[in-house]
């Protein structure tokens, strides 16, 4: 062998990347970036076009991100460009309340203070969150975007994994990474197969613009039909995700937007003053849906792909951060260790990781909104009670937030805000 | 070097792939050595970029550095180690591991210079490398200072040598026969005696005498919780490794 370096560098060649990511959405772009900025060669695949997002005008959807996912997104360089358009959020209010009455007398008050570093999130639009994503990828050396795409078969092989493209081009990598959403096709072509329900609830999302100044704080009542969050954008605007029965949603849906308002307006009280409708408005059917398996030979599976879940407390996004910052962890450790990054003991790692936490989180969200869901009396003196509790007890009340804020746990390097 | 598959009987390649596969099953026969492998990569890894001033967030940090892996069996260290971009040697004095290694190597795309021979016939051809990895081999040896004094001939001046062992006292005979082998079934009985078992201190005088000089030593520890291996400064009770260099 004369050139020192030339088994490693036939190692690279055989592969066209080292990581193929399924899917443009949030997580993938994430995953994408982080492992390019350590170094790896990322394809990212998107079945969609990239265009379509990023264009849009105000559409009223947004995320309430945690504290460790604004982390991720400053470590992976995408906070900057994005932080002028995020509203920091100081508090979240939780109540019980009833149509006409407003909250209920016992709410939970989280403020930032509490937590002792700065706000306890930040709303942000998606539109700015995506473009951001996008001009990312495009930027990045080591990535590759392919929009408007799809992947049609995947073979995991000894030594990788090929994909098919819908335009007939064939791909080959080390790992394919599902983040292709809730009905993922990764998922479904690796033989993995899914559990899961639907809640026989809808959520209404919009946005709204209001005559009082909302103080960046943040507000969920529990409805005995779903919850209702009120959730702080810059100036004076609230996203709104209303979780309605899917009789009543199909209902409000079909509402002039008058009518609709004349609905939302006892629901919230007057806290807000004066509301109007600031953008169009959506509805999403809810359920939950978990991957059996976060792995399979040569496949990994991040975001909805591996749990879809309720968008309470948009936890969905956070959730998927978190995969995000475990996988690029594991990942990039392997990397460097020389070791082949989608063999099965090292994708265990990342499951091992992940699976518990999601799960938990994912039936636990399913939990709260049962318990909340529901205008029986008693249950609703005892949630009554038991808020009354959570809110008198200082270290439950801490422990709720940093949960929430996605603080506890065993934290990647990513979710500090740190490096690989 | 011929690749493995034009040097044996076609036949004979069904059973190189099905040895490969139990090689690289990483819960198969060799689950304890991928288990402990993790552990054993970020030690060598460590010490290689600290020695030879590598960055090993950098794309093929060993290039340029030749090793030789003395014991190399289906290639757990020898793979990552020419993934890392070192020109690697892979020395197995078992004949039957090297087709295998080969096989698996090629499957992965990775070149690697694998032979079936002893340390001490690559020393009297006069090879030269950057880095030795002698990883529980020692152990197994009928003359470790001999088996020393060979790695250091096989060193360029400034070269590196990673070694590892088991410890010899109460508890490494519990851990390592009683538990790893009577217990837990991960190794085949008499893998492992436990006389030939070297403590840390013997160890530093074998190196020293072989003309190396030791610079840092770990303990290798197993947690069950985490069902994991990692290193560990103080705990050098059952598995550790050594680092020595040839000045």
Known sequence: MDNPAQGAILAGMKQDADVIIAGGGLNGPALGLALGQAGLRVTVVDAQPPRARADAGFD?????????????????????????????????????????????????????????????????????????????????????????????????????????????????????????????????????????????????????????????????????????????????????????????????????????????????????GEIRLAGPRFSYPLNLTLANAYTAPRVALIGDAAHGVHPIAGQGLNLGLRDVAALAEVLVEATRRGEDIGAADVLDRYQGWRRFDSTALALGMDGVNRLFSNDNPLLRAGRDIGMGLVQSIPALRQRFMRQAAGLSGPLPRLLQGRAL | MQPATNTVDPAEVAKFEAMAAEWWDPNGKFKPLHMLNPCRLDYITTQIAAEFGRDLKAAQPFAGLRLLDIGCGGGLLSEPMARLGAQVVGADAAARNIPVAQLHAEQMGLEIDYRHTPAEALAEAGEQFDIVLNMEVIEHVADPQGFLTTCQTLLKPGGLMICSTLNRNPKSFMMAIVGAEWVMRWLPKGTHEWHKFITPDELYTLIRTAGLDPVDRKGMVFNPAAWRWSLSDRDLSVNYVTTSVKR
């Open chain 1, 60 to 272: 009223g959807r947004a995320y309430a991100l945690a504290i460790a996912s604004q982390r991720l997104l400053a470590a992976i360089g995408v906070w900057p460009v994005v932080a002028d358009n995020a509203q920091a959020l100081t508090a979240v209010k939780a109540a019980d309340g009833r149509a006409g009455e407003g909250p209920a007398p016992f709410f939970l008050h989280f403020d930032a203070a509490e937590l002792d570093q700065g706000p306890v999130g930040y709303m942000l639009e998606d539109r700015f969150l995506y473009r951001a994503f996008l001009a990312a990828m495009e930027a990045a050396p080591n990535l590759t975007h392919i929009g408007a795409t799809a992947i049609v078969a995947q073979t995991p092989g000894v030594a990788g994994v090929t994909v098919t493209l819908s335009d007939g081009r064939q791909l080959s990598a080390r790992v394919l990474v599902g983040a292709d959403g809730r009905r993922s096709g990764v998922a479904e072509r690796a033989g993995i197969g899914r559990t899961g329900w639907g809640y026989g609830q809808t959520a209404l999302v919009c946005a709204i613009d209001h005559e009082l100044p909302h103080g960046g704080i943040a507000h969920q009542f529990f409805m005995p039909s779903g919850p209702l969050a009120i959730l702080p954008l810059p100036g004076n605007r609230c996203s709104i995700v209303w979780s309605e029965t899917d009789a009543n949603a199909a209902t409000i849906s079909a509402l002039s937007d008058e009518d609709f308002l004349a609905v939302l307006r006892p629901r919230f009280g007057d806290f807000l």
